[in-house]
């Protein structure tokens, strides 16, 4: 039923440009484990184990607190449509700020978006895929506009604020260093 493989497979490059949504998972070393759902055009594969995705600002900012701690993290996909399969791609994370070299250069790969926070970067170590037989079918109406009408609206200065007040620290206390060391 599940395989492992060494590297994401062009078929799986296939399958994770159809995705609408995918989950993302990390954990610091005591504390909660965080799976957070992601959407939007945000991800995009580099090579057989190479990814990066677009971190939106949000409510929490769990997964640049962990990974400031430990850089493992796990991606995970689901077939909502056609034929069933997870797919999951572990690996190791760095989490690059707008004022590193490497948010910037990844950056040209998305859409310009006043929300952006972070771009991660996953060096993938094991994919595997599984059956995905109990995942319900369920049908894609559209994505939802309401954070990037809210980002736009706040403009650059009120999201770092906003940061400020709702990023630093992760649930658990850890620092997230979205502003600087």
């Not at 909502?80 to 399969?85: E, I, M, V």
């Not at 170590?125 to 319900?136: E, H, I, N």
Request: with cysteine; hydrophobic share 35%; proline share 3%.
């Amino acid at each position: 039923m599940s395989k492992i493989l060494s590297e994401i497979t062009p078929e799986l490059q296939d399958f994770i440009k159809e995705q609408k949504i995918f989950f993302v998972g990390t954990a610091a070393q005591e504390g909660r484990v965080n799976v957070s759902p992601k959407g939007h055009d945000t991800l995009r594969v580099l090579g057989p184990n190479k990814l990066v995705w677009l971190n939106l600002t949000g409510s929490g900012n769990e997964t640049a607190a962990h990974l400031l701690q430990h850089d493992r993290m796990t991606i995970m996909f689901c077939a909502f449509d056609g034929k069933p399969l997870i797919l999951r791609l572990y690996g190791h994370a760095n989490i690059y700020h707008e004022r590193d070299d490497e948010f910037k250069k990844y950056m040209s790969l998305f859409e310009e978006n006043t929300g952006s926070r972070q771009i991660i970067e996953l060096e993938v170590d094991m994919v595997q895929t599984s059956c995905g037989y109990a995942v319900p079918l369920m049908d894609f109406k559209e994505e939802r506009g309401m954070l990037n009408s809210w980002s736009q609206k706040q403009g650059k200065a009120r999201i770092e604020s906003y940061w400020e007040e709702k990023n630093t620290k992760s649930i658990d206390g850890f620092e997230t260093k979205i502003l600087g060391d």
